[in-house]
């Protein structure tokens, strides 16, 4: 119960930060219904003392990615991983194998959700695939449009993020969607090189209600994040959806895990917008001994 109450305590103390721009964990608003089927990857986060905690997504057989916030609290023993829901229902995944390991990356800083906010789950032994339960490829150092860094916003395919986060904006006592969600996403930069540019910056003032020190937080602090924004106006990531995938589309290609979601941002339009992923590319040498 203390780890519950701590992670609730990490969320209102970020919601805390100025209404206007202020980091949250994510969820997805405006979605449409989904399953398993169609994104067979994507694992939910439960723990022994309560329900849904967060999103992953299934790398290898015995290996899932998600972000380090929504394990720093909690040991192997404490975390059951569910999946492969044919509908697509909350009620219906399917227990996976136990938590072997949960390995956080060493930088992560509990009171900074903004950088370096990812986490490898390793299970005890490997899980049975199947038409819901299938790894997804993740993207490496060889993508070939360079660098997401500096290639982000020009990618030619689509993105997707997926999750049973609350459809309605963040209260103290979230409801989580029933049946997993999928909102499509755009571009709209990387914190590590676009925050250098003032008009960059403007941008994120003027449409995406952050402030300068909001900005000046997430760069100070080594920030590698891809943020995005709805396709559709007023549609986003929020609770619950931390730790879930952000995936890439290409005609002809396999699908390909570029992001974890990490936090959204906008006040006002918290979780309708702005929302924050975990560069993987920028980790892969880390991910390398579990990939």
């Known amino acids: 119960m203390d780890r519950l109450i701590l992670l609730i ?43 849904h905690l967060c999103g992953a997504s299934l790398v290898s057989k015995r290996v899932i990615l998600t972000a380090a916030h929504c394990v720093d609290t909690f040991g192997a023993r404490d975390l059951r991983i569910k999946a492969a829901s044919v509908t697509g229902e909350q009620r219906r995944l399917k227990r996976l194998p136990r938590v072997r390991e949960v390995i956080i990356h060493p930088k992560f800083n509990p009171d900074n959700l903004a950088s370096y906010d990812i986490a490898v789950i390793i299970l005890k032994r490997d899980v049975s695939l199947g038409d819901e339960l299938k790894p997804i490829d993740v993207i490496n150092t060889d993508f070939a449009y360079g660098l997401l860094e500096h290639n982000f916003r020009d990618l030619p395919g689509k993105m997707m993020s997926t999750g049973w986060g609350t459809k309605e904006p963040p209260s103290r006592f979230p409801i989580h969607s029933k049946i997993l969600q999928e909102v499509d996403v755009r571009a709209v930069g990387v914190t590590k090189t676009d925050l250098l540019d003032t008009t960059f910056r403007d941008m ?49 290609k396999a699908p390909l895990l570029i992001g974890i979601t990490s936090y959204a941002v906008g006040g006002e339009k918290l979780c309708k917008g702005l929302a924050g992923f975990t560069n993987i590319q920028a980790y892969r040498e880390w991910l390398k001994p579990y990939l």
Not at 225 to 239: A, D, S
């Open 204 to 252: 994120l003032i003027s449409d995406y209600s952050m402030n300068d020190d909001i900005i000046n937080f997430i760069q100070i602090n080594d920030s590698n994040v891809l943020l995005t924004t709805g396709e559709v106006p007023q549609t986003g990531n929020c609770m619950g959806d931390s730790g879930g995938p952000l995936v890439y589309y290409e005609e002809g």
């Open 9 to 51: 305590g990490l969320f209102l103390m970020a919601i805390s930060l100025p209404t206007y721009s202020s980091p949250s964990f994510d969820k997805v608003i405006g979605g449409r219904d989904t399953t398993n089927t169609e994104h067979p990857w994507q694992v939910a986060l439960h723990t022994r003392y309560s329900g």
